[in-house]
């Protein structure tokens, strides 16, 4: 019996792990597989508060002050400086449980890296064969300034530089994607709203994940372009003279998800050419 007890948690373990793996599916890109686990989010549900109610926690919990600013669509400075914000009522889940994109995209199962940017509710996500691996909040082009809805493709990155709009404005972990007119994803304050000169803005540590993540574009001399980078999509628009989406979350918590079908929408008119791009990309790869 001792022996049947000692054994009992490994039987237990390994019945487990063929529950989670039972529902797996294979996905291959230049003959590599890559298993996927079916992931589900936790239903959360939101409510107003007074940031004052809430300051002490948010100055003490850097984690709790993290999520609340993403569903906020802006950075802790700003956050602390707001009067009323929406929070969820369980603060215990990881941040993409708190955002809109969803989990996992069959449609995406043969594109090794692409990210999006929804322009609705101010949001990025990053995906790996269908596979959600990082999300965040940004702060999208302004009125004035929108950025335009359409594929791009990452081109150079640079740690530090300076907008070509204003040489006063300091860009931290900047990633190009529209060379001639200078639009990026990079560090910068994000109040709450799209008010950017076309860029996306994300907060340091989300620009710093991306700017390892993705690649750039590989170029022959300074000028002649062997492969482009990494799709990266912008859709949607944004009701500028509305109020701010994510309100919506306190009446109807999945007032702005974002279900694979819309993903797989958005995506359809441009697979031609991200899978023509990426097959491109792993070549220049693998011949260097």
């Given amino acids: 019996m001792k022996r049947i007890t000692r054994l009992l948690p490994i039987i237990v373990a390994s019945f487990l792990l063929v529950q989670c793996t039972d529902k797996r599916e294979e996905s291959k890109t230049g003959g590599e597989k890559k298993a996927v686990v079916k992931r589900e989010k936790a239903n959360i549900t939101f409510r107003f508060d007074s940031t004052k109610n809430l300051i002490d926690t948010l100055k003490k919990n850097k984690d709790i002050a993290r999520l609340v600013a993403a569903v906020n669509r802006t950075d802790y400075r700003h956050l602390l400086n707001m009067d009323s914000i929406v929070v969820p009522n369980d603060l215990s889940k990881t941040v993409e449980n708190y955002l809109p994109f969803p989990l996992q995209v069959p ?83 994000l109040p709450g709203y799209p008010a950017s000169h076309s860029c996306l803005r994300m907060t340091e540590r989300d620009a710093k994940y991306m700017y390892e993540w993705a690649p750039q574009w590989k170029l022959k001399g300074t000028d002649n372009v062997l492969a482009k980078g990494i799709p990266a999509i912008v859709f949607g628009s944004y009701n500028f003279d509305g109020p701010k989406p994510w309100l919506q979350l306190t009446a109807n918590p999945r007032a702005l998800d974002i279900s694979a079908a819309d993903v797989e929408k958005e995506t359809a008119a441009y697979i031609n050419d991200i899978l023509k791009e990426q097959q491109n990309r792993l070549g220049q790869t693998a011949a260097n």
């Fill in 107 to 189: 449609y995406l199962k043969d594109i090794d890296k692409i990210v999006y940017f929804s322009y609705p509710s101010q949001s990025f996500a990053a995906y790996e064969f269908g596979e959600l691996v990082y999300t965040g909040q940004t702060n999208m082009g302004s009125k004035a300034h929108p950025t335009p809805a359409q594929l791009y493709f990452t081109n150079w990155k640079a740690e530090e530089t300076v907008s070509t709009f204003n040489d006063e404005w300091e860009l931290r972990w900047n990633f190009n994607i529209e060379n001639k007119e200078g639009i990026g994803w990079h560090q910068y304050e």
